[in-house]
């Protein structure tokens, strides 16, 4: 089984700055054709997640561009390049290139 | 508009058996893998199970092989997760999600979640 670490696990925010999570695998994410298996989710409180990021860097439709992805065998990071009200939440990366999927603890991420 | 609607949860005691639904609509449902993943109160998200748009193919955590099965219904546009032998550590909300699309033979992005159906095992 992959296991999948965040740093940090919480982290409070200012609006208007940038903010960083980091994503580590216990094996490297990248297949034989060079994809990264590595997926980004934010849980807004009360929420289902959301998909921000897959394939390490890809933006999911319809999600802003201050967020991007970016990483490649086990380290990733999600950055959030201006913070809104409406970017807290529980941050969550998970590996989908091998069952069991498995995701990392999260990142609560809130407004100081 | 795609649409998942989770629903089946309940309370059910220790040993007991549960089936959940999730209802799809606004794609094609055989074209998309899909999982169901669950979350404790208060804890992370953990994926439970997936199973390939034709079916064929299902994966299971290790926590719930030998007594969970995911199936679905092409025909109801319906996924499916038969829960036996429950246990306490089985409570959480299920969700169920569609993988965005496939490269080869590997999923990336769950793309829709259902908006959850919650289970609690007690006595």
């Known amino acids: 089984e992959i296991v999948m670490t965040q740093s940090p696990l919480s982290l409070p925010v200012t609006p208007g700055e940038a903010a960083s999570i980091s994503c580590r695998s216990s094996q490297s994410l990248m297949d034989s054709n060079g994809y990264h298996y590595l997926e980004w989710y934010l849980q807004r409180p009360g929420q289902s997640p959301q998909l921000l990021i897959y394939l390490g860097s890809h933006r999911a439709s319809g999600v802003p561009d201050r967020f991007s992805g970016s990483g490649s065998g086990t380290d990733f990071t999600l950055k959030i390049s201006r913070v809104e009200a409406e970017d807290v939440g529980a941050y969550y990366c998970?590996?989908?290139?091998?069952?069991?999927?498995?995701f990392g603890p999260g990142t609560k991420v809130d407004i100081k | 508009e795609v649409q998942l609607l989770d629903s089946g949860g309940g309370l059910v005691r220790p040993g007991g058996s549960l089936r959940l639904s999730c209802a799809a609509s606004g794609f094609t449902f055989s074209s998309n893998a899909m999982s169901w993943v669950r979350q404790a109160p208060g804890k992370g998200l953990e994926w439970v199970s997936a199973i390939s748009g034709d079916g064929t193919s299902t994966y299971y955590a290790d926590s719930v092989k030998g007594r969970f099965t995911i199936s679905r219904d092409i025909s109801k546009s319906t996924l499916y997760l038969q829960m036996n032998r429950l246990g306490v550590e089985d409570t959480a909300v299920y969700y169920c999600?569609?993988?965005?699309?496939?490269?080869?033979?590997?999923?990336?992005?769950?793309?829709?979640w259902g908006q959850g159906t919650p289970v609690t095992v007690s006595s």
């Open positions: 998970m590996q989908g290139l091998q069952t069991p999927f498995t």
């Open positions: 999600a569609k993988r965005y699309s496939c490269s080869d033979e590997r999923c990336y992005g769950f793309d829709y």
